[in-house]
Nanobody, 122 residues
Framework: VQLQASGGGLVQAGGSLRLSCAAS????????MGWFRQAPGKEREFVAA???????HYADSVKGRFTIARDNAKNTVYLQMISLKPEDTALYYC?????????????????WGQGTLVTVSS
């Protein structure tokens, strides 16, 4: 299984970015997909997830600003981020699992991409 994240970059506060994560090596539509992030000196934290059935979950810190979506035909999950803040600066990872219920713990995710860096300047 391979997850390839892309779309990170440098953006000013208030700007937007769209991250993509292309999956291969498993039946994408059967898997829950998640986005996590890790800022320097901090623990990896949950950002958003979308289950195999399309149900979405968000961290409180990004609700109303970030939107997760999946395109099963393209084996890709997206994270649309608007109204970005400097505190959103982090390395963003996509991950997947095949659990029957949602969990925001990164321990519950089996496969991980390499991360894409998002930097938000003030």
């Amino acid at each position: 299984v391979q997850l390839q994240a892309s779309g990170g970059g440098l953006v000013q506060a208030g700007g937007s970015l769209r991250l993509s994560c292309a999956a291969s090596g498993h039946t994408f539509s059967w898997y829950n997909m998640g986005w996590f992030r890790q800022a320097p000196g901090k623990e990896r934290e949950f950002v958003a997830a979308i289950t195999w059935s399309g149900k979405t979950h968000y961290a409180d810190s990004v609700k109303g600003r970030f939107t997760i979506a999946r395109d099963n035909a393209k084996n890709t999950v997206y994270l649309q981020m608007i109204s970005l803040k400097p505190e959103d600066t982090a390395l963003y990872y996509c991950a997947s699992n095949q659990r029957s219920t949602f969990d925001s713990s990164f321990y519950e995710y089996d496969y991980w991409g390499q991360g894409t860096l998002v930097t938000v300047s003030s």
